[in-house]
């Protein structure tokens, strides 16, 4: 497949574009450039010979790749995000190619004291002899997700070049902002016009992530009692020591993220921020069983009431919602969607690895949406610090995936 070998060049120009979403903004998409790389993507597919492509007033590039058989196919949906996390600089990303790992330590030229250690990124030490790509030191690499739009235009050109492989209707989608949990806010489903998804934002080779944490965001507002300090004996109670104190009312050991792993669950307290008369600490709570986020909201809301009922004229108020649920909920109603994935990647020669994933994709949110998204490799690794990297051959393998998942697709329907 001659095609795949032009993806390392591919991803390295998309990973120069600036894309990093801001929690903080109240505009959609969160940031406008953004929508440079989306326009980028537009006008690639339209060079490639895709007609039916643009992007909306959001900022969602969707292309549909027309189907090529005559018999009805169920339409398959391809989605990665150009945006990258707001945790570690996105600007000026420098990608370089370290041809031929050879399986030392990777140390990043522009900053010598950041070094991609083997013993620290085991996945690492089964690289070598691959092309492997980082950043240069001072930046992320943006590998979560453009590792993924790589992927996908790569198929895209390749159904181009070789219209013999036989596939119904596909749609592309790029989205923004999934970094900031509203990646799939205003996307019309109908207008996307899919049947079922793949996201392209896993991590190593034959990862198939299935199932996700279940998400709700939790705030906490806590008002004390203020009065000026210069005569503030036995008037003044300070809401940020109030808060403070929740905060050490919290479980420790347990239920915290530095402290847990696998399948368990967490309240996790995000940011605090306030005076001496409110303040307010944001919560995310995170477990594989939806159930169980109420138990960590009530842990938080009762060391609130703890704290409070101690401080006379005082009071709290919380304010829970939710961010996504586990996809595995809608995912086990839909059997063969995992099962044509583990199909195409065996065909590949690569042994499929179900692991439950400890945080979400835009597939958590497509899923409740109607649409349901498991989420594929890319090879993207050390996520969000400036030690990402990502395997020029895993990312070549995701492609091999596609291409024999949208042919398994086509024959499930003769």
């Not at 899923?367 to 400036?386: I, K, R, W």
Request: hydrophobic share 40%; net charge negative; glycine share 8%.
């Amino acid at each position: 497949m001659s095609t795949i070998s032009t993806i390392a060049e591919r991803f390295m120009r998309y990973v120069k574009v600036d894309t990093q979403s801001d929690p903080e903004s109240h505009s959609y998409p969160s940031t406008e450039k953004q929508k440079v790389l989306s326009a980028i993507l537009v006008e690639e597919l339209k060079t490639m010979g895709w007609t039916n492509v643009g992007m909306d007033e959001w900022g969602y590039v969707i292309c549909t790749i027309p189907s090529n058989v005559q018999h009805p196919v169920a339409v398959v949906c391809f989605c990665s995000h150009v945006d990258t996390a707001p945790d570690c600089s996105g600007k000026d990303v420098q990608p370089l190619l370290h041809s031929s790992y050879d399986g030392r330590d990777i140390v990043l030229p522009n900053n010598p004291a950041q070094v991609i250690y083997v013993d620290t990124h085991p996945y690492l030490k089964s690289k070598i002899g691959d092309d492997i790509i980082t950043a240069s030191g001072n930046t992320l690499l943006g590998a979560d997700n453009k590792a993924g739009i790589a992927i996908i235009m790569e198929l895209a050109n390749y159904l181009q070049q070789d219209p013999a492989i036989p596939h119904g209707e596909i749609k592309l989608l790029f989205t923004p902002d999934e970094e900031v949990g509203r990646g799939v806010e205003h996307l019309d489903i109908k207008k996307l016009g899919a049947d079922v998804a793949f996201t392209l934002d896993g991590g190593e080779l034959g990862s198939l992530e299935s199932e996700t944490f279940s998400a709700d965001g939790l705030e906490l507002q806590i008002h004390g009692v203020i009065a000026h300090p210069g005569s503030a004996k036995g008037k003044l109670i300070n809401a940020i020591k109030l808060a403070a104190e929740v905060i050490d009312r919290l479980p420790k050991s347990e239920m915290a993220p530095e402290v847990t792993e696998g399948r368990e669950g967490f309240l996790h307290p995000t940011d605090i921020k306030g005076n001496a008369e409110h303040a307010s600490i944001k919560f995310i709570l995170r477990d594989f069983e939806s159930d169980a986020l109420q138990m960590y909201a009530s842990i938080i809301e009762n060391a609130a009431q703890e704290v409070i009922n101690k401080n006379k004229g005082t009071r709290y108020t919380v304010k829970q919602f939710e961010q996504y649920r586990n996809m595995k909920e809608v995912l086990d109603q839909h059997p063969r969607i995992v099962a044509y994935a583990k199909q195409a990647m065996l065909k590949t020669g690569i042994q499929p690895i179900s692991v439950p994933v400890r945080g979400g994709t835009d597939g958590s949110r497509l899923s409740f949406m109607g649409l349901p998204c498991p989420n594929l490799f890319t090879g993207e690794m050390a996520l969000h610090s400036v030690e990402e990297y990502v395997s020029v051959q895993d990312m070549e393998k995701s492609v091999e995936v596609l291409i024999e998942l949208v042919q398994i697709w086509e024959s499930a329907y003769r």
